[in-house]
């Protein structure tokens, strides 16, 4: 063999063995944020967005097996509702006080997280004034400023709770015509001085608060005085059982004529598989909170209106 012709067969060689063959292309390079990337998990539908976002055990007993209560929010953990066990009886307020003793766990809950605190001693809430006794209750990340939306003790309790989603709220364009007819014609029969004036939507809402596997359609209308645009000819909130807008169910309506209403949560509170509601009313100067037990075909209040009403 010529030297010619060897230098070309080690070339060949070596070029085949550079380049590989077709089959064989090392995969494309990853870039950096493609490498730091982790692989995706798949989700689980069943899972609530609640229990995706907190990662916080909230396993264990709950009622009727044990006693509960369910706060909201005011620079301290003011109890709108609670289950007595020993006495089988909802309650409200104050009545819910020798419910959770200093130590007992509390979970807090808001859109994007969860801690489990500790109670604390007795405590004003930011709407409490004179020199009674506090009503409410302090926990030391409450008294740090850490915010929340609404808090249950124990923390087992919080599986018995459904967050309502702020996209609710507004105008309400998940309203269907048919829906907007129901409640202003159900606005018309509370109060006849509605009469043709238009029922406005502040909140509609899909929920299971029987427990039936079907949604409730909850709504909050309010109806502008056309002779003073500051105040309500009516504003009230109601519930479709089973999403029947033709069977509207009044939760409660405005006394002053300047509040309106929205859902914030619910809280099957005695475990019976019916959820009371955790109704927010909100005027110009301030707001309040209550909680209402569904009975059938009316609500009733559990106690009174917390402190900002």
Same mark, same amino acid.
């Given at each position: 063999?010529?030297?010619?012709?060897?230098?070309?067969?080690?070339?060949?060689?070596?070029?085949?063995?550079? #380049?590989?063959?077709?089959?064989?292309?090392?995969?494309?390079?990853?870039?950096?944020?493609?490498?730091?990337?982790?692989?995706?998990?798949?989700?689980?539908?069943?899972?609530?967005?609640?229990?995706?976002?907190?990662?916080?055990?909230?396993?264990?007993?709950? +009622?009727?097996?044990?006693?509960?209560?369910?706060?909201?929010?005011?620079?301290?953990?003011?109890?709108?509702?609670?289950?007595?066990?020993?006495?089988?009886?909802?309650?409200?307020?104050?009545? #819910?006080?020798?419910?959770?003793?200093?130590?007992?766990?509390?979970?807090?809950?808001?859109?994007?997280?969860? $801690?489990?605190?500790?109670?604390?001693?007795?405590?004003?809430?930011?709407?409490?004034?004179?020199?009674?006794?506090?009503?409410?209750?302090?926990?030391?990340?409450?008294?740090?400023?850490?915010?929340?939306?609404?808090?249950?003790?124990?923390?087992?309790?919080? $599986?018995?709770?459904?967050?309502?989603?702020?996209?609710?709220?507004?105008?309400?364009?998940?309203?269907?015509?048919?829906?907007?007819?129901?409640?202003?014609?159900?606005?018309?029969?509370?109060?006849?001085?509605?009469?043709?004036?238009?029922?406005?939507?502040?909140?509609?809402?899909?929920?299971?608060?029987?427990?039936?596997?079907?949604?409730?359609?909850?709504?909050?209308?309010?109806?502008?005085? +056309?002779?003073?645009?500051?105040?309500?000819?009516?504003?009230?909130?109601?519930?479709?059982?089973?999403?029947?807008?033709?069977?509207?169910?009044?939760?409660?309506?405005?006394?002053?004529?300047?509040?309106?209403?929205?859902?914030?949560?619910?809280?099957?509170?005695?475990?019976?598989?019916?959820?009371?509601?955790?109704?927010?009313?909100?005027?110009?100067?301030?707001?309040?909170?209550?909680?209402?037990?569904?009975?059938?075909?009316?609500?009733?209040?559990?106690?009174?209106?917390?402190?900002?009403?």
């Amino acid at each position: 063999m010529s030297s010619r012709l060897l230098l070309t067969v080690i070339a060949s060689a070596s070029l085949l063995a550079a #380049c590989g063959k077709e089959g064989d292309k090392p995969a494309p390079e990853a870039s950096a944020g493609e490498a730091a990337k982790p692989p995706e998990q798949p989700r689980d539908p069943d899972a609530s967005v609640d229990k995706v976002v907190t990662a916080v055990d909230i396993t264990g007993p709950v +009622p009727p097996e044990i006693s509960a209560t369910f706060f909201i929010l005011d620079g301290a953990l003011v109890p709108l509702g609670c289950f007595d066990k020993a006495k089988n009886k909802l309650a409200a307020g104050k009545d #819910c006080l020798s419910l959770t003793p200093p130590g007992a766990e509390v979970y807090l809950k808001s859109a994007h997280s969860a $801690q489990v605190d500790a109670i604390g001693a007795p405590k004003r809430a930011l709407c409490e004034i004179g020199d009674g006794e506090p009503t409410s209750l302090a926990s030391p990340l409450v008294d740090s400023g850490a915010v929340f939306d609404w808090a249950t003790s124990p923390k087992s309790a919080a $599986q018995k709770v459904l967050s309502v989603s702020p996209d609710t709220w507004g105008n309400a364009p998940s309203a269907s015509d048919e829906e907007r007819a129901a409640v202003q014609a159900a606005a018309a029969a509370v109060d006849k001085q509605v009469g043709a004036n238009k029922a406005e939507l502040h909140q509609a809402a899909s929920i299971d608060l029987d427990g039936d596997g079907k949604d409730e359609r909850v709504f909050s209308a309010y109806v502008v005085n +056309p002779r003073d645009t500051a105040r309500y000819l009516f504003s009230g909130i109601f519930v479709a059982r089973g999403s029947d807008p033709t069977k509207l169910l009044l939760v409660e309506q405005t006394r002053t004529n300047s509040e309106v209403f929205k859902l914030r949560a619910a809280a099957d509170l005695n475990g019976d598989g019916v959820h009371e509601l955790w109704i927010n009313a909100a005027f110009d100067e301030g707001g309040g909170d209550r909680m209402y037990q569904w009975k059938g075909d009316k609500f009733e209040p559990l106690g009174k209106w917390t402190c900002g009403m």
